[in-house]
């Protein structure tokens, strides 16, 4: 009966943050402020990386695909979120659930990867210098590009394909809000150690694999740096790593506390709400991590805005 029941779920019910009715309108204002944020940034660093020809160069052209990244993940789950705190039933269909896990999915996987390639970057960058100008070709960064994107795919369809072998029974309120892995999982009336298996095997790759490669690079560029002479080149050297090694940190590390643990030791109310540091918070401060710290980019900045009070 209950697989019967199943094959006519078409839609679920979001739980949202939180059903508290004084909290909805301040926590909808917040994250579209939050919102707001990300997507100016992001959007600004994409427009001063294009419009200027000084960083049309492999480090900028990666950073450019991680803030394209960035801000099409906040795309799928921020708009979905902030309706849930003005809609008296948040419901999504069926299809546009999966549809906004696989993009979420992708668009994790594929910045999981592109922060992996900014590291080959610096590592050839300050390893490799004799041969940079071979290793860090637009061909070559083309095809890291494709397999940035490649994983994305691989770890969208992994994902989703575990959830569309599950069968829903007869509650479809989903205790998240968005559609998200675990909280589907346990929506799920046949879900099994195999599911969580999978899940643990291809988060693993997508989070375990970048971050291992990630700290060998640095391994070697720390390795290079100390057997630079001058005080200014060890300077400048690790002046450029800085703010890839905080995007790293910040990404990876809340990335690694939400997936990569038991469910036994966060419970899944509290896990949704510790997901916003990852889902939000992170991607609203990567613009300013590269922006701040950098002095190619505030030479961009104000050279556009030259052009902008010149016109």
């Not at 909280?183 to 095997?201: D, G, H, R, T």
Request: proline content about 4%; glycine content about 6%; charged content about 10%.
């Amino acid at each position: 009966m209950a697989t019967e029941k199943a094959s006519f779920v078409t839609e679920f019910i979001l739980a949202g943050l939180t059903d508290h009715p004084g909290l909805q309108m301040p926590l909808f204002f917040l994250f579209l402020g939050f919102y707001v944020v990300t997507v100016v940034g992001d959007l600004g660093l994409i427009t001063l990386i294009g419009l200027n020809s000084h960083l049309h160069i492999p480090m900028y052209f990666f950073l450019f695909n991680s803030s394209f990244i960035y801000f099409s993940f906040c795309t799928t789950i921020i708009p979905k979120m902030l309706m849930n705190f003005v809609s008296k039933k948040n419901i999504i269909s069926y299809v546009g659930c999966i549809t906004q896990f696989f993009f979420f999915c992708f668009f994790i996987f594929s910045e999981s990867f592109i922060l992996l390639a900014m590291a080959y970057d610096h590592y050839v960058a300050i390893c490799k210098r004799l041969v940079c100008t071979v290793t860090r070709s637009p061909q070559v960064c083309l095809f890291l590009l494709l397999g940035v994107y490649g994983m994305g795919i691989f770890g969208a369809m992994a994902h989703a394909g575990n959830i569309m072998f599950l069968t829903f029974c007869a509650n479809n309120l989903v205790n998240h809000y968005m559609c998200d892995i675990v909280p589907l999982l346990e929506l799920s009336c046949n879900s099994s150690y195999i599911n969580l298996l999978m899940v643990f095997i291809v988060v693993t790759i997508g989070i375990g694999m970048p971050i291992t490669t990630i700290f060998i690079s640095y391994g070697f560029i720390l390795s290079s740096v100390l057997h630079i002479s001058s005080t200014e080149g060890r300077s400048k050297a690790f002046s450029t790593c800085s703010s890839h090694i905080i995007a790293v940190s910040l990404f990876f590390g809340s990335g690694a506390f939400m997936y990569l643990k038991p469910p036994s030791i966060l419970p899944l109310d509290q896990g949704k709400v510790s997901s916003l540091f990852y889902m939000i918070v992170v991607p609203m401060f990567n613009p300013f991590i590269y922006s701040l710290r950098n002095k190619d980019v505030k030479f961009a900045l104000k050279k556009t805005l030259g052009r902008i009070n010149f016109s």
